[in-house]
């Protein structure tokens, strides 16, 4: 079984585990659940922002630990104020050291769209997002069919979020597209070696329709590449470990972000 079968295989039932604790009605009565989302679509294009999707992750299946001591509060808010356009946050527990919990800290600190980073698969986890105060869902290619996506998208727009679609090339993102996404998302990394190539970004690009805000995701470590990938229309772009290896992520983020605004 490769890691993401595994993932899938041990997300449904963390699902099924969650239903019974936290049934649907006792989410819907979240402070967050009747909550207008920020627009994530938004804050990628405003001229003073930088594009920075900027990530909390502790750890990864292909790195291991990077930073299992970060303090989500210190470090969601410095990232904003660093002109990060958005915080993505891991909510997995097992592969990635996330909890829904990190998602309501950096909620209850940060007024900026949110993503909540995790292995949809199940309507429940849509819903949950929305009480966690996520403005923002992602759905992977690699593990949806079409059905599955339209499905999972058109209730999360329902509730007033985003949706971001992660693909990882051409066959995905060909049997992918569908109205019930907001962004497209290209991750570099290869699934099945875990090296990551941000070619694959730039192969890709063309092949996105412009109805959707395009997000360049994983390897993105050099300030001159995000220019590039901008100038090819690329307007987000999802960073976590580059920050996270940093003892304090928002600084590292202060001075990445800063030498993009160096010509």
Known sequence: MDILSEIVANKRK???ASKELYPVKLLEKSMYFDGKPVSLKKYLQREDKSGIIAEIKRKSPSKGMINAHVSVERTSIGYMQAGASGLSVLTDKDYFGGSPED????????????LR?????????????KSLGADVILLIAAVLDKKEIEKLGKLAQGLGMEVLLEVHNEEELERSITDKVDLIGVNNRNLKTFETDVKTSMDLVEKIPADFVKVSESGLADPEIIKELK?????????????MKNGRPEKAAKEFIKQLEIE
């Open 103 to 114: 998602l309501k800290v950096a909620r209850s600190f940060n007024f900026c769209p949110i």
């Open 14 to 16: 963390e699902v099924e």
């Open 231 to 243: 100038k090819e229309g690329f307007e987000g772009f999802l960073m976590g470990e580059t920050f």
């Open 117 to 129: 980073k995790d292995f949809m698969i199940d309507e429940y986890q849509v819903i949950e997002a």
